[in-house]
């Protein structure tokens, strides 16, 4: 199993620790979904979280912005601290904390609404623009940032639902952005892309790890590889191994994870 | 492959043969079952409209009147108190005269001799709309004026072909010399028949005159019934949907609640009905007959249909949508009213105006809280004359008039499902164009 203490002490030269998980297990119903999972995520790194599927990442990944809160049978166990603040705490309102850690889900899901509505909704009902000019602007910066400025700037008033799919899914990063998260996690977010925007997706997901910590789930190890700094293996619920990226896929101490990454498990 | 195992694609096997059949047979039955709907629909309909469509025609007589001063205003100074104190027997002797003079105005033999014979030639009413004129009109007194009066039940079922001269020896109402007299005005174009605007903005009528009666009071009356079941039943379903459907945790109560209110929607509507008179009127002292207690009644009624409805259409709303908003930090309520309600109202009207629909077409209930019988009430004139005074609805006015003697009623027991059916179609049409101006693809 990995060794988490070490690694974490290795980590804190470095970095600052954005989410720490320590203990947690979860539970649907009787199923024992996360077992003693203990990870620590680094600001400004793209963590990567791969595994076969029904492996618990996507489940781990709901747990950090604890959209896993809207599903009834789900009962979870452990501490998860965002910043040194446990985000399980009764004093923790769930919707300030998704407000901090932004979510990109595995089919694009816009708003059915013109694209600048789908941007400018985050930021309304948080009251991060104080004027339409301010708003105008947030909307502009984000979906710069997503890349689709020159694309859509013509055309905001536009169904965000009548784009491509990869436009769709920049769309909804967008959206994400624009809310100033501090966290980003990304649940398979080019699964239903095809390679160009696929492309597109990743060379934003590198920008945009200049401001946020992202987390990623993904079910392509070369997508894994090229895009994140850190990378998680999980399996059957558990947290098999973490480490450098470059070393889980070269060099890992896990036969568990060899096979997978190897393609004999999965 | 050798030959012997070798089939053609060309000859079919007995079992796909089999298989065809099957096919070909489960279709001829499908198609037979919509033929013989359609053919249901076609006689229904039919059915309605033949015998329903003479109920908006109605023969009129026109009558030159001479107000006479001597009798409508002995005191010659038109005071308008003394002339409505003149009923309207004073009146009848006026128009049978001026009517009597047309006989021979246009040479018309016949055998009646006295102004009197006119009388079942005429609506029973006519006298009072002669009345109600000289009483806004006052000046008029002494002039003659031809008044548009309604033909009796017996002359217009004539003109119809309701009445036949093989009937009329055992009919006291009318005689075989009125028959010929009326052929004579048709004729001579005092008599004719027209489209009948008072049956459709009437107001119901006594059994001996059903000329004059109409489904407009009635009409108000269903009017008000459903303001009343949509201005409870649309908030209160609506809230209870999305109680249930969005914030409700899913355990044995709500189970509980889920399978009651569809039993709910099974329950007989007359159940309702007998709730309505026991809890409204002999408990909490509402008026009996009131359209606010018919509303009420309806309202417990279309509850679970909306429910039902609105639920299902916020289920449909896709869980991605849901997900969105809540991962940018909306809010419960504002991830359900910003974005999941948007996307279900289509569905939540559609089973609203269903549900209107349904309640609008419902007589049980209003059996039992007496919005059925004789209410000949004028229009109200206002809202709250129109929520609390004793009125009728349609569907309870064509059941009253089926329910009557005379074959005048039957054909507007007929004429009045044609005004309910259109209504019907107008709110689904409605219904329809809705769903397709809202629908939204995600």
């Known amino acids: ?266 | 492959m050798s030959d012997a195992t070798h089939t053609s694609l060309m000859a079919q096997s007995a079992h796909t043969r089999r298989r065809n059949q099957a096919e070909k047979r489960f279709r001829a039955y499908g198609l037979a079952a919509i033929a013989l709907g359609l053919t249901f629909l076609v006689v229904l309909l039919s059915t309605i409209f033949y015998n329903g469509v003479g109920a908006f025609q109605q023969s009129f007589v026109n009558v030159p009147v001479y107000l006479d001063p001597a009798k409508l205003d002995k005191k010659g100074n038109r005071d308008i108190a003394d002339i409505k104190k003149v009923s309207t027997f004073a009146y009848a002797p006026l128009v049978q005269k001026g009517l009597f003079a047309l006989i021979e105005a246009h040479g018309i033999e016949t055998t009646l001799k006295k102004p009197k014979d006119m009388k079942k030639l005429m609506s029973a009413s006519s006298t009072a709309q002669v009345r109600d004129y000289v009483i806004s009109n006052p000046g008029q007194i002494g002039e003659t004026v031809t008044f548009r009066l309604l033909a009796s039940s017996r002359v217009d079922g004539y003109i119809k072909g309701r009445v036949k001269r093989a009937d009329v020896a055992r009919d006291k109402n009318i005689n075989v010399a009125q028959l010929d007299l009326s052929d004579a005005f048709i004729e001579a174009g005092v008599i004719s028949k027209e489209f009948n605007l008072g049956f459709i903005t009437g107001a119901d009528a006594s059994e001996s005159r059903p000329e004059q009666a109409g489904i407009g009071v009635s009409m108000l009356g269903s009017f008000f019934m459903m303001l009343v079941v949509l201005g409870l039943s649309l908030p209160i379903g609506v809230a209870a949907s999305i109680y249930l459907e969005e914030f409700a945790a899913k355990n044995r109560l709500t189970d509980v609640i889920e399978v009651n209110i569809s039993n709910l929607a099974a329950v007989p509507s007359i159940v309702f009905g007998i709730l309505g008179l026991a809890v409204f009127i002999q408990f909490m002292h509402l008026p009996q007959s009131a359209p606010l207690v018919g509303g009420l009644v309806l309202t417990l009624m279309t509850l679970p249909t909306i429910i039902i409805s609105t639920r299902a259409s916020l289920k449909a709303v896709p869980p991605s949508i849901r997900d969105a908003a809540l991962g940018i930090g909306a809010s419960k309520m504002q991830t359900v009213f910003h974005h999941v309600l948007p996307l279900a109202m289509p569905g939540i009207l559609t089973g609203t105006i269903i549900g209107l629909a349904q309640a609008l077409g419902e007589t049980a209930p209003l059996l039992l809280i007496g919005m059925v019988g004789y209410i000949a009430t004028n229009p109200p004139d206002g809202l709250a004359s129109g929520f609390l005074d004793p009125n009728s609805a349609m569907p309870a006015q064509i059941y009253e008039w089926a329910k009557r003697a005379d074959p005048a009623y039957y054909e507007r027991a007929w004429g009045g499902i044609i005004i309910l059916l259109v209504f019907l179609l107008t709110m689904n049409l409605i219904a329809i164009l809705l769903r397709r101006r809202f629908e939204r693809r995600w």
């Not at chain 1, 974490?8 to 320590?22: C, G, M, N, V």
């Not at chain 1, 996360?34 to 618990?56: H, M, Q, R």
């Not at chain 1, 809160?69 to 009962?75: E, L």
């Not at chain 1, 965002?82 to 998704?98: C, F, N, T, W």
């Open chain 1, 1 to 266: 199993m990995y060794d988490y203490s070490t690694a974490s002490e290795t980590a804190l030269d470095q970095k600052t620790i954005k989410f720490s998980a320590r203990n947690v297990q979860v539970y649907y119903g009787d199923n024992h979904a996360i077992k003693d999972v203990n990870v620590d995520l680094e600001d400004k790194t793209v963590t990567a979280f791969i595994g076969p599927s029904g492996c618990g990442k996507s489940t781990f990944l709901r747990c950090l912005n604890r959209m896993n809160d809207t599903i009834d049978i789900c009962r979870i166990e452990g501490d998860i601290k965002l910043d040194g603040e446990d985000i399980y705490d009764k004093a923790i309102d769930p919707v300030q904390l998704r407000a901090k850690v932004g979510m990109v889900f595995q089919k694009p899901n816009p708003f059915p609404k013109s694209i600048y509505d789908n941007v400018a909704y985050g930021p309304r009902i948080h009251g991060l623009a104080q004027s339409k000019t301010d708003l105008d602007e947030i909307v502009e910066q984000s979906l710069r940032r997503a890349a689709l400025w020159d694309e859509v700037k013509d055309r905001l008033a536009a169904p965000g639902t009548g784009m491509s799919g990869g436009q769709q899914q920049r769309l909804c990063i967008a959206r994400a952005v624009a809310t100033a998260p501090e966290v980003l996690l990304m649940d398979e977010p080019c699964s239903a892309l095809d390679p160009i925007a696929t492309a597109q997706v990743e060379e934003l997901i590198d920008e945009l790890r200049k401001k946020f910590s992202l987390v990623i789930v993904t079910h392509s190890m070369q997508q894994a590889a090229r895009v994140s700094q850190k990378t998680a293996f999980f399996h059957l619920g558990n947290l098999v191994e973490f480490g450098e990226t470059g070393q889980i896929f070269t060099n890992p101490t896990d036969e568990r994870t060899e096979s997978y990454i190897t393609g004999r498990i999965g």
